[in-house]
C-alpha cells in the first residue's frame, strides 16, 4: 500500500468514526449536549484530513483555502448583522468564539462544504466527459465551467437544505421566524456558485477521493439526523 492509499485509509477510518460515533452519541445516549458542543471539533478535524489529504498543497491550494474562509465568513457577517443575506438569523454559543457575531469555525465550514462540493462534481465531470468523448463529443472549457458550477452549487444548496433543521434543532443558529426563509436558499446559491467559480479556477483538475467520501458521510449523517431526531 502506497503512502497516498494509507492516507486515504487513516482518514476514512478518522471520519466515519466521528460521524458514526456522533450518531450514536446524539440518538441513542444520555450524552447528547456533549457530542453537539463538539462539532466546532469535528468541523476543525475534517479540515485538517482535507489539507493531509489534498494531492498537491500548493499555492493555489491555500489561496482558495483562505478565500473560501475569508468569503464565507464575512457573506455571514452581512447576513447576521443586516439580513441582505440568508436572512434575518442569529448564531448561538455551540459553535465557539464569535467575530462581528459570527463563530470563526463557520469560514472553515464554508471551505470544508465547497471543497467536497466541487471534488463530488468534478469526479462527476471526468466520468460524464468520458463518456461524451466515447461518443465523440467534445465540450468547450466554457461550457464545462457553466456546468461545473451550476451542478456544484445546487448541490451545495442541497447540503444546506438537509442539514437546516438540524442545525436550529442543535442551537447551532437560529431565524426569526420558524419557517427557513426561500432567500436563504437563493443567498446560498449565489455565494456558493462565486466559491466554485474560484474553485474551479484554482484546482486544475486535482482529486480527493477523501473529500468525495466525506461529502457523504456528512450528507448521509446529517440525513439521519434529520429524520429521526
Not at 479540515?47 to 491550494?61: E, G, V
Not at 438537509?162 to 432567500?183: D, M, N, R, S, T
Not at 456558485?193 to 474560484?198: D, Q, T, V, Y
Amino acid at each position: 500500500m502506497n503512502k497516498k492509499s494509507w492516507m486515504l485509509n487513516i482518514a476514512l477510518f478518522i471520519a466515519l468514526l466521528f460521524h458514526i460515533t456522533g450518531i450514536i452519541g446524539i440518538l441513542f445516549t444520555p450524552y447528547k449536549n456533549w457530542f453537539i458542543k463538539n462539532t466546532p471539533l469535528n468541523l476543525l478535524v475534517m479540515a485538517a484530513l482535507i489539507i493531509a489529504t489534498h494531492p498537491s498543497k500548493n499555492k493555489k491550494f491555500f489561496i482558495f483555502f483562505i478565500t473560501a474562509f475569508a468569503i464565507g465568513f464575512f457573506a455571514e457577517v452581512i447576513g447576521v448583522n443586516t439580513g441582505r443575506l440568508f436572512g434575518i438569523y442569529s448564531y448561538g454559543e455551540v459553535l465557539g468564539i464569535k467575530f462581528f457575531n459570527v463563530p470563526l469555525i463557520i469560514g472553515i465550514n464554508w471551505f470544508v462544504v465547497i471543497y467536497c462540493v466541487g471534488m463530488i462534481t468534478q469526479a462527476y465531470e471526468n466520468y460524464m466527459l468520458l463518456k461524451l468523448h466515447a461518443q465523440g463529443m467534445d465540450i468547450s472549457i466554457k461550457m464545462k465551467t457553466i456546468s461545473f458550477v451550476i451542478d456544484a452549487c445546487l448541490l451545495a444548496v442541497l447540503f444546506d437544505w438537509i442539514l437546516e433543521p438540524v442545525a436550529v434543532k442543535f442551537g447551532y443558529w437560529q431565524w426569526q421566524h420558524a419557517e427557513i426563509p426561500v432567500y436563504n436558499y437563493l443567498s446560498w446559491l449565489v455565494v456558493s456558485a462565486l466559491l466554485l467559480w474560484i474553485f474551479r479556477k484554482l484546482n486544475h483538475g486535482s482529486r480527493n477521493k477523501f473529500a468525495v467520501h466525506l461529502f457523504l458521510i456528512q450528507l448521509l449523517f446529517f440525513l439521519l439526523l434529520r429524520t429521526f431526531l
